[in-house]
């Protein structure tokens, strides 16, 4: 059985989750509480050297880091990754736009002000770049969605599945939605997609990681 490490607040874990969930494969969900410092463990580094989730573990005992590359693996074959060429390019296109223009301002929003205690002090200086960087993909995002159901082609991709997440939770990060109709009607039709399944929504086999002492970062 597929093994995913993830952090149930996690956004980028969430993608996961909601993918495996609609592709209906069996999964082994284990949480690890990253504000417990449990991604900095001898046990979890040994894993992945980065200590970030989420972390898929095959049945062979091989891992797979990164949030999309997670996603573009488990969706070869499948309807959510288009076989045309430019049709696969333009998933892509969007992963990247969601990794590097739409998360850096929006889940960086929601993890400090919502997530990290007194972060909202501890980060002051950067609340207004998190802001236009943020407005700044959500205007993208509305312009692209107005003559489109999805990002991409006429169906559900995993290109939804990776910026679906963090848009979703981004009034949690002092985003307000409000003013983006479109963005409003593509989450209500990706939520339909992927069954309503909430950010804390688990599999029927979950564990959490077994600890060991947390090594200093660097």
């Keep these: 059985m ?12 969430y ?3 909601l993918l495996l969930a609609r592709l209906g494969r069996p999964f082994h969900l284990v949480e690890v509480d990253i504000f417990a410092g449990e991604h900095r463990t001898p046990q979890f580094l040994a894993l992945n050297p980065e200590g970030r989730v989420p972390l898929l573990e095959m049945e ?4 797979l880091g990164e949030s999309n590359a997670i996603l573009f ?3 070869e074959g ?9 049709e696969r390019a333009e998933v892509l296109r969007w992963m990247f736009f969601e990794q590097n ?3 850096p301002g929006i889940a960086q929003a929601r993890f400090w002000l919502r997530q990290v205690r007194g972060g909202r002090e501890l980060r002051t200086h950067d609340v207004d770049r998190w802001m236009e960087e ?3 993909a959500l205007r993208i995002m509305e312009r692209h969605l107005e003559k ?6 006429e169906t559900l991709t995993i290109a939804d599945l990776a910026l679906y997440p963090h848009t979703w939770l981004a009034p949690e990060g002092d985003f307000e939605l409000a003013t983006f109709p479109a963005i409003g009607a593509w989450l209500a039709r990706v939520a339909r997609e992927t069954g309503g399944l909430d950010l804390y929504w688990q599999p029927p086999v979950s564990s959490r990681l077994v600890t060991g002492p947390v090594l200093e970062a660097g």
């Excluded at 489109?148 to 082609?153: A, D, E, K, N, Q």
């Design 73 to 75: 693996y488990l969706a």
């Design 101 to 103: 223009n739409h998360e």
């Design 60 to 63: 062979d005992g091989t891992v």
């Design 2 to 13: 597929l093994k995913l490490y993830s952090t149930q607040s996690s956004g980028n874990s």
């Design 134 to 136: 943020g407005y700044g």
């Design 78 to 86: 499948t309807e959510l990754l288009p076989a045309d060429r430019l």
């Design 15 to 17: 993608k996961v989750r």
């Design 148 to 153: 489109r159901r999805f990002f991409v082609g």
